[in-house]
C-alpha cells in the first residue's frame, strides 16, 4: 500500500481511473457525495474500485455528521457534534449519547466496506465558521470527555478514529478551503487552549490529520507541512504512534507550499504518512508520478497505515438494522431530537 489517497468522479469507475489505481503510488480512496446514489450502486462501486487496484486500499469518507455526512439516502442521519453537549441534560447522558452516534456513524460506513470515516472534529470551536457545529464544544474540557466517548463506539464498531484538525482550526476565522489562515496566536494560548484535546486522546486515536493554518509564533509553515508540529509536537511530546494523514493538498491553505508535487513532498518530508489529493485530477497524477521515485523510502510507513487503518470484516446493512444496538442508537437520535425540540 502507498502514500496517496485519491478521489473519484462519479457514481461508477472510468477506465482512466482504473488506471489511476493501478498505479504503485495510490494507497487510499476517499468518496464524496457524487459518488454515491444508492447503497447497492456504493457498495458495487467499492467492489470496482478494490478490484481494480494494484495495492490494497484505504477506503475513507468524510461522514462526520451534520453538514459534513456525505451519504444521505439510507443512512442514519447523524447530528451535528455540538447538538450532544448542546442538548445532553447530563455529562453522562452526553457521554452516552456520543458513544452510540460513534458506534452508529462507524457501523453503518463499516457496511459499506468503507474502511474510516475522517472523524472525529476536536477542534475547539472558536470563531472559526467551518468548524463551528462540527465542533462538539466550544471549551477542551467540555470538548474532551464526548469526544472520548465518540472514539470508544467508533472503535466498538470496529472503525479507527481520526483526530482533527492538529492543532486545532477553530481560533481563525479563515476557511482553509479557500483561504491561507494564519493563527496569530502565541503557543501558550494554543497550549492552553486548542491542544487539550489532542493531548488528552493521543492515545486513543489512530490517526491525526493536521490543519493547513499558520501558526507564526510556533512555525512559519502550516502544521500539515510541519516537521516541528508533526515530529517534534505530535510525535516526540504527545508521543503519538498512529498514522498522520495530510488534508486535502488541493486546499488554499496548501498553496503556500509550492506546486502539487511540492505540497507532496513537503507533506511527506514533514510527517505525514499519507497525502489527499481530491477533486483536482491532474494534480492527482502530478503527485502520484512525483513520489514514485521514493516509493521504498516509503514502504514501511505505508505498511503500517494500511496494517493499522484496515477494518475487520463488518456486518452487512441489512444484518445491521436487526442488530440490538442499532435500534438503541435510533433511540438515541429520537431523545436528541426531542430534546432538541423543546430547547
Not at 144 to 155: E, K, L
Not at 257 to 285: F, K, P, Q, Y
Request: aromatic share 6%; glycine share 8%.
Amino acid at each position: 500500500m502507498t502514500a496517496v489517497m485519491i478521489d473519484l468522479e462519479g457514481t461508477e469507475l472510468t477506465d482512466a481511473e482504473r488506471e489511476l489505481l493501478a498505479h504503485p503510488a495510490v494507497g487510499g480512496v476517499i468518496f464524496f457525495s457524487r459518488n454515491f446514489e444508492s447503497q447497492e450502486q456504493l457498495l458495487e462501486l467499492v467492489r470496482q474500485t478494490r478490484a481494480a487496484a494494484r495495492n490494497p486500499l484505504i477506503l475513507a469518507v468524510d461522514h462526520e455528521g451534520g453538514r459534513v455526512q456525505r451519504f444521505r439516502d439510507g443512512f442514519s442521519a447523524i447530528p451535528a457534534m455540538a447538538e450532544i453537549g448542546r442538548y445532553a441534560e447530563s455529562e453522562s447522558q452526553a457521554q452516552h449519547w456520543a458513544q452510540e452516534l460513534g458506534w452508529l456513524m462507524a457501523a453503518e460506513v463499516l457496511a459499506l466496506d468503507i474502511d474510516i470515516s475522517f472523524a472525529p472534529v476536536l477542534d475547539v470551536n472558536g470563531i472559526s465558521e467551518v468548524i463551528g457545529d462540527r465542533a462538539f464544544a466550544s471549551k477542551a474540557e467540555q470538548l474532551t470527555p464526548i469526544a472520548r466517548a465518540f472514539i470508544r463506539g467508533m472503535h466498538q464498531a470496529g472503525m479507527k478514529a481520526t483526530g482533527k484538525h492538529f492543532p486545532g482550526h477553530g481560533s481563525v476565522r479563515a476557511d482553509s478551503h479557500i483561504e491561507i489562515p494564519i493563527d496569530e496566536r502565541s503557543w501558550e494560548e494554543i497550549l492552553a487552549t486548542d491542544l487539550p484535546p489532542f493531548i488528552e486522546l493521543a492515545s486513543c486515536l489512530d490517526a491525526i490529520m493536521p490543519a493547513h493554518v499558520i501558526y507564526p509564533a510556533v512555525d512559519d509553515k502550516p502544521a500539515g507541512f510541519s516537521s516541528y508540529w508533526l515530529q517534534d509536537i505530535l510525535r516526540a511530546q504527545l508521543q503519538f504512534n498512529g498514522i498522520i494523514f495530510s488534508d486535502d493538498l488541493g486546499m488554499a491553505g496548501a498553496t503556500v507550499a509550492g506546486t502539487m508535487s511540492e505540497r507532496a513532498h513537503a507533506a511527506l518530508d514533514a510527517g505525514c504518512d499519507m497525502v489527499l489529493v481530491c477533486n483536482d485530477r491532474a494534480g492527482a497524477i502530478e503527485v502520484i508520478n512525483a513520489i514514485e521515485p521514493r516509493l521504498e523510502q516509503l514502504k514501511k510507513n505505508v505498511a503500517r497505515c494500511y496494517q493499522q487503518l484496515t477494518k475487520p470484516v463488518g456486518m452487512t446493512m441489512n444484518v445491521l438494522r436487526n442488530h440490538p444496538r442499532w435500534h438503541g442508537a435510533q433511540a438515541v437520535l429520537a431523545e436528541m431530537r426531542d430534546a432538541a425540540g423543546k430547547a
